[in-house]
T-cell receptor, first 114, second 116 residues
């Protein structure tokens, strides 16, 4: 069965610092990739997705992610974080043509200090 | 509000009791999913419906769990003879199988179950 690893469980940054959250998955075939964000007290929201094409995808609020197939990675980046980015971030994978379930990583809790 | 709606938001029950949760998906979405999330973990897939047909079930979905989507609209998740290990957040998501938003799952706020 596929698995998703998010190696950073907790990240603390100051405002304006750059962010990179790691995500690796263990599936050899074609995958759809997602990053979801959960702000305190709110539901999971889609941040960005990759289905095909340009491996560098841009999402909402200045976030982007790069799919590197050879490394089975889909890392999330933001050049300059804001206090309002404090949230929990989840990477998720859906193997193409292997059902519709999402397999999530364990999440990374980001705290941005003002 | 046209998002995914889940009721109740919180449920406290005693061990051994039965509980039922409801999910109303986004109206034009024909796919509906249930996930379970425990503290400090990412959501784990439980089951998936395409219209009224239950097409996938995780091995996490024991015999005490049953999900239905009788008319292809709302869905219910029932847990019989609850155990303390069932305490978790139960999330519902929906998606459509065509169009620009194909295969993007939209999540509800969840039902938090506490089994005493």
């Amino acid at each position: 069965a596929q698995s998703v690893s998010q190696h950073n469980h907790h990240v603390i940054l100051s405002e304006a610092a750059s962010l990179e959250l790691g995500c690796n998955y263990s599936y050899g075939g074609t995958v759809n990739l997602f990053w979801y964000v959960q702000y305190p007290g709110q539901h999971l929201q889609l941040l960005l997705k990759y289905f095909s094409g340009d491996p560098l995808v841009k999402g909402i609020k200045g976030f982007e992610a790069e799919f590197i197939k050879s490394k089975f990675s889909f890392n999330l980046r933001k050049p300059s974080v804001q206090w309002s980015d404090t949230a929990e971030y989840f990477c998720a994978v859906n193997p193409y043509n292997a059902g519709n379930m999402l397999t999530f990583g364990g999440g990374t809790r980001l705290m941005v200090k003002p | 509000d046209t998002g995914v709606s889940q009721n109740p938001r919180h449920k406290i029950t005693k061990r051994g009791q039965n509980v039922t949760f409801r999910c109303d998906p986004i109206s034009e979405h024909n796919r509906l999913y249930w996930y379970r999330q425990t503290l400090g973990q990412g959501p784990e897939f439980l089951t998936y419906f395409q219209n009224e047909a239950q097409l996938e079930k995780s091995r996490l979905l024991s015999d005490r769990f049953s999900a239905e989507r009788p008319k292809g609209s709302f869905s219910t998740l029932e847990i019989q003879r609850t155990e303390q290990g069932d305490s978790a957040m139960y999330l519902c998501a929906s998606s459509q199988d065509r169009g620009l938003a194909k295969n993007i799952q939209y999540f509800g706020a969840g039902t938090r179950l506490s089994v005493l």
